[in-house]
């Protein structure tokens, strides 16, 4: 620490240089932290799903085939209820409401077992009364309301497209979610409702329940598929995190391009950097033999290089961060808000972001700093620059 | 008078590791930019096109993808009946009644993805002109036998000739690899129709119509939106599949704002470049404002230098795209069908030219202030200067 006037002193020698390095930094920092952010709001949903013990029974065709509404009656039956409570229909109903590019989760579900198995979600007793009460109700998540201006009364139609039928729905309350505020972007209304326009066609895409505790999970996956094998629509059983996971295979290595992005990223950062250190130490020669003939060591000058370059490289990550902060955290602004209604830097990717502009300081530094170290005084004093 | 060109050849010789390392920096920032297009381009190049130009494809009103379309025989022999519609030399009518389902099939990475599969018949592939076997043989009705798209065969398991997966509760026997020109076809399974109705209890999703003339895909598309009783929509087949090109604009326009950023950043490490180029000849410089050369043409100089630098750095981003990424089978879920879209990266000679241009507009910004700054120069101070 004694040594930091030092260093910045040392930095800001060559001011342009130092300022143009910083900038260039800082710009770079920010398309790795824009990039991490989009990954992270990725990966949100899918990780928040683990701790709730649900469990999703769906085709083993894959999500766009159907179940037999005959599976209903036997999990919740007594075999099944042994290991598992709260049995839901769960269909994604997909559909238009009012422009394609309005995109959020519309889901028609068993309302009376709603509060029950999302138990996440804060429904007043009132409002999930109406629920119950009126057909064609639904409740959307606060924050998805906020967005659209849904409130109590609204009515909301929506264009069916899987379904050939139109929905017209009626807010009747508005959910919270206090672990995660990206699960208040779903419409929630009712299967049997669902059911009556389709004409009692039955069509059920998902079920969904409660596992009692999570070593019930693998008995469900025996028992449902083991049952269904050899019928004309063979289930596959699968935790929630499983079944959030399926929509990452198929984005398939997008992701992976994503993540190279990044690193390539920090590669420009490190040569940029590694440029300035360069110039930098090639025209302080004199200055460096001097130092040591006063008593620094060869260590002391390999860490004021070193130190340097970190400075600059810190000081860049600081700027973009800031500026991240302020874009997405402070002020909301999303890249692509149907997408990623939230689009927050969150604390890994600040930690990431450091840690990367660290190594990428040190890194460029390696070699200046080296070839400062281990030059002999005389030598140094003898160069002229 | 200019200054010679050889100089800043030479100048950039002696000062090569700075000039590497520039260069190496902005063909970074160019193979990113080329990256996300190449990306691009390919998603596009696998949706827009496909289809024929004089086919109508028609679907339940408001389904938005054939996977979500539902259609009855009967309508389909309706639809058949309109006017204007082509026939073959027999008289029967160029019409192809098609069924898409979803299965999911595991990836070879353990993964799984949503595959469309299309039963279809003996017309489908009259009606779209470009369909070939690339292995093996076609299909044969009612047999259970599949033929799968060129895009998906590498990058799934068990879906190679001879192989006889499971899907949807029955074996289904591989027969062939087809080829479409790298269109949307090529990322789906093809069997036959009555086998897939079978087996996954659907009608029909869609009908693909010829018609006769360019006037009549109009004519026929307001026929069926007219026609409130039939249920059905026409679309002409080529803008069905334009509209699913969502995902390729996002990835070109992310693509291109993460190159501008980046670039941004380049330009602040081109600049230091030029900065050090500068400073380290002042007395150069005033010794050729001695000689007679002019401000202009020393401020042109550094700027060609400049774009030298530019154009390595862009050229060698861009070649190295187009080596390393051009042609590589990627793919990646289709929201509008719920399915696996397979294409390629297309690292196109036009992508080439504008990565590069960008290279050297980059370099260029980096250098303009430091050859203002050296065509400014002092003569007498410079001269004085150590």
Redesign the interface.
């Known amino acids: 620490m004694k040594f930091l006037h030092l260093v910045v002193r040392n930095a800001l020698r060559n001011r ?2 130092t300022v ?2 910083i ?6 920092m ?2 790795l932290v ?2 991490m952010t989009a990954l992270t709001e990725i990966y949100a949903w899918e990780g928040q799903a683990a701790k709730k013990n649900r469990v999703a029974v769906q085709h083993s ?5 159907p179940l037999p509404i005959s599976l209903e009656e036997y999990l919740k039956g007594p075999e099944i209820q042994a290991h598992a409570q709260h049995v839901q229909k769960l269909n994604w109903f ?1 559909g ?1 409401y009012q422009d ?1 590019r309005n995109f959020f989760a519309r889901f028609a579900v068993d309302h009376d077992q709603l509060r029950e198995l999302w138990s996440e979600y804060t429904i007043s007793d009132a409002e999930y009364r109406s629920l119950c009460a009126m057909k064609n109700a639904c409740i959307v998540g606060k924050s998805l309301a906020k967005r659209y201006g849904f409130r109590v009364g609204k009515r909301i139609a929506i ?4 379904y ?1 039928v ?1 929905l017209d729905l009626e807010v009747v309350g508005l959910y919270t979610c206090a672990d995660d505020v990206r699960l208040e972007e779903q419409l929630y209304f009712r299967w049997d409702y669902l059911d009556e326009l389709t004409g009692g066609e039955k069509i059920v895409g998902t079920y969904w329940m409660k596992a009692r505790t999570p070593d019930d999970v693998a008995k469900l996956k025996e028992l449902i598929d083991g049952r269904t094998k050899n019928s ?3 289930t596959e059983t699968v935790t929630e995190k499983e079944f959030n996971a ?9 992701i992976g ?1 994503v993540m ?2 990044g690193g ?2 920090m ?3 490190t ?2 950097t ?3 250190m ?2 930098s130490v090639r025209e302080r020669v004199t200055e460096v033999a001097v130092l040591r003939t006063i008593g620094f060591t060869s260590g002391h000058i390999r860490f004021l290089i070193v130190a340097e370059s970190v400075f600059v490289t810190l000081t860049g990550a600081l700027l973009s961060l800031g500026l991240a902060l302020l874009l997405f955290n402070v002020f909301k602004l999303s ?2 808000p149907q997408f990623f209604p939230y689009f927050f830097v969150a604390p890994p990717t600040i930690a990431i972001s450091l840690g990367a502009a660290l190594a990428a300081g040190v890194v460029s530094a390696a070699v200046p700093a080296e070839l400062a170290a281990g030059r002999k005084i005389v030598d140094g004093l003898r160069q002229v620059v | 008078m200019a200054v010679p060109f050889k100089y800043n050849l030479r100048n950039l010789r002696v000062r090569w590791i700075t000039a590497a390392m520039t260069v190496v920096g902005l063909a970074l920032v160019t193979l990113v930019f080329v990256f996300w297009w190449a990306l691009g381009i390919g998603m596009e190049r696998a949706l827009v096109g496909t289809g024929h130009p004089l086919n109508l494809i028609v679907m339940r009103t408001g389904a938005q993808s054939e996977t979500n379309s539902m259609l009855a025989k009967k309508q389909a022999e309706d639809v058949a009946g309109l006017d204007g519609i082509e026939r073959d030399a027999q008289g029967g009518a160029m019409v192809s009644a098609e069924t898409i389902v979803i299965a999911n099939v595991v990836k070879r990475d353990g993964g799984k993805a949503n595959v469309a599969i299309r039963g279809v018949g003996p017309r489908a592939r009259d009606l779209r002109g470009n369909i070939s076997v690339a292995e093996g043989r076609w299909l044969k009705p009612n047999l259970g036998e599949i033929v799968v798209g060129r895009g998906i065969v590498g990058r799934f398991r068990g879906i190679h000739i001879g192989d006889e997966p499971v899907i949807r509760g029955r074996p289904w026997k591989v027969v062939g690899i087809f080829a479409a020109d790298g269109q949307a076809y090529e990322s789906e399974i093809w069997a036959d129709g009555d086998d897939v109705r079978a087996q996954f209890k659907r009608d029909y999703s869609s009908l693909i119509v010829r018609c006769r003339d360019d006037a009549t895909v109009g004519r026929l598309t307001r026929v069926l939106a007219e026609d409130k009783q039939i249920k059905l929509e026409g679309k002409r087949h080529t803008d069905y599949y334009r509209e699913q090109n969502m995902a390729a604009m996002m990835l070109k326009a992310l693509g291109t704002v993460i190159a501008i950023v980046l670039s941004i950043g380049a330009i602040f490490g081109a600049a230091n470049t030029m900065f050090a180029a500068v400073a380290s000849r002042t007395r150069e410089i005033a010794t050729m404002r001695v000689l007679g050369f002019s401000r202009f043409s020393i401020w042109l100089s550094f700027m060609l230098e400049s774009a030298l630098l530019g154009l390595a750095g862009g050229a060698a981003g861009a070649l190295i795209g187009r080596l390393a990424l051009n042609g590589m089978m990627t793919g990646t879920a289709n929201w509008t069908t719920f399915s696996e879209l397979a294409f390629q990266f297309r690292v196109t000679p036009d992508l080439m030219l504008w990565a590069t241009v960008l290279s050297i507009v980059t370099a260029v910004a980096g250098g303009f202030l430091p050859a203002w700054r050296a065509s400014r120069a002092t003569i007498a101070t410079a001269l004085r200067g150590l």
């Open positions: 342009v240089r143009l390095t900038g260039g930094s800082a710009f770079l920010f398309v824009f990039v065709t894959g999500l766009a085939n997909g238009t394609p264009v069916g497209d899987i050939p139109d004309s629509d063979p399926q929509f990452m295979s198929m984005m398939g290595n997008i391009i190279m992005v390539i990223v590669v420009i950062m040569l940029m590694a440029n300035t360069a110039m890249p692509a």
